[in-house]
Nanobody, 123 residues
Framework: VQLQASGGGLAPPGNSLRLSCAAS????????IGWFRQAPGKEREGVSF??????FYADSVKGRFTISRDNAKNTVYLQMNSLKPEDTTVYFC???????????????????WGQGTQVTVSS
């Protein structure tokens, strides 16, 4: 099982970035995938989650970020629009086992993690 996150970079406030999470060793449509972010000295924060056609977002990104999945490419995307400086941090994708949707923000339930990709929002 491998997850590879990519697509981070530097963007000015108000611009967009699209993160990708390429999965291998398993079929995406059998699992949920979450995006998390973690700033230095802070706890890992659940950003978004997708599973069985359901999508969830943290309040801080709702209306700006969109999660999607391409099963043919075995890849999950996080489209990030209207970026803010406070979105700056490292972003991770992770695979969830079967869990109640209400628990998607709890990173302790995720067994497999990709490496992080840095997102920097600055002018």
């Amino acid at each position: 099982v491998q997850l590879q996150a990519s697509g981070g970079g530097l963007a000015p406030p108000g611009n967009s970035l699209r993160l990708s999470c390429a999965a291998s060793g398993f079929a995406l449509d059998d699992y949920g995938i979450g995006w998390f972010r973690q700033a230095p000295g802070k706890e890992r924060e659940g950003v978004s989650f997708i599973n069985v056609g359901r999508k969830f977002y943290a309040d801080s990104v709702k209306g700006r970020f969109t999660i999607s999945r391409d099963n043919a490419k075995n890849t999950v995307y996080l489209q990030m629009n209207s970026l803010k400086p406070e979105d700056t941090t490292v972003y991770f994708c992770a695979r969830a086992p079967r869990l109640p949707f209400s628990l998607w923000r709890d990173s302790s339930y995720y067994a497999y993690w990709g490496q992080g990709t840095q997102v920097t929002v600055s002018s």
